[in-house]
């Protein structure tokens, strides 16, 4: 068990729809890491936050967004879905970015877009 | 573009013997890299780092070595055991250059241990 605890498991929405996707971090993390696994691009970083506050961006859709909360707890938002975002979404915590620190994984959220 | 490139999909090994997985990077920038293991179901599960000042790094049965000027790395486990069945992922992340904190992952390499 990493401590990161991502809710729903799996979640089955149609096109044009919004989901929030959930993350608590392991306990006294304040760096949160969102991430896509799709089945040809393989673990795309989408976006960072840091102690509630946007650190970094990678490969994020402006259809996608985040946010981090005062209690460090995270979601990330989904929008006019497409079939293409079925993935699943992982979810990372570290005590804080740059050198020696490793992220933990949450088990994921399955999203599935018919 | 990938950045991040683990060649080979899958690779078999026999339980007791060396595995070695590959890895090869091609942003100059990066200076730290990382290991994970994923089994299915799960998220992926730290191993091992080296950063750029080290040419190896182990940690019982998993060593990491790194060839800056081939700009190539690769994880030797020894010996294979079952339970390392699984997907491996190489990462690596830029820290002195500032820019985004993620991991730009490659694609996996599935580890098959046979018995």
């Known amino acids: 068990d990493s401590g990161v605890t991502q809710t729903p498991k799996h979640l089955i929405t149609a096109t044009g729809q919004r989901v929030t996707l959930r993350c608590s971090p392991r306990s006294g993390d304040l760096s949160v890491y969102w991430y896509q696994q799709s089945l040809d691009q393989g673990l795309q970083f989408l976006i960072q936050y840091y102690n509630g506050e946007e650190r970094a961006k990678g490969n994020i859709l402006e259809r996608f967004s985040a946010q981090q909360f005062p209690d460090l707890h995270s979601e990330l938002n989904l929008s006019s879905l497409e079939l293409g975002d079925s993935a699943l979404y992982f979810c990372?915590?570290?005590?804080?970015?740059?050198?020696?620190?490793?992220?933990?994984f949450g088990q994921g959220t399955r999203l599935t877009v018919v | 573009d990938q950045q991040v490139k683990q060649n080979s999909p899958s690779l078999s090994v026999q339980e007791g013997r060396i595995s070695i997985l590959n890895c090869d990077y091609t942003n100059s920038m990066f200076d730290y890299f990382l290991w994970y293991k994923k089994y299915p179901a799960e998220g992926p599960t730290f191993l091992i780092s080296i950063s750029s000042i080290k040419d190896k790094n182990e940690d019982g049965r998993f060593t990491v070595f790194l060839n800056k000027s081939a700009k190539h790395l690769s994880l030797h486990i020894v010996p294979s055991q079952p339970g390392d069945s699984a997907v491996y992922f190489c990462?690596?992340?830029?820290?002195?250059?500032?820019?985004?904190?993620?991991?730009?992952f490659g694609k996996g390499t599935h580890l098959i241990i046979q018995p």
């Open positions: 990462a690596a992340k830029s820290v002195s250059g500032g820019g985004a904190d993620g991991l730009t």
């Open positions: 990372a915590s570290s005590a804080k970015g740059g050198w020696n620190t490793e992220a933990f």
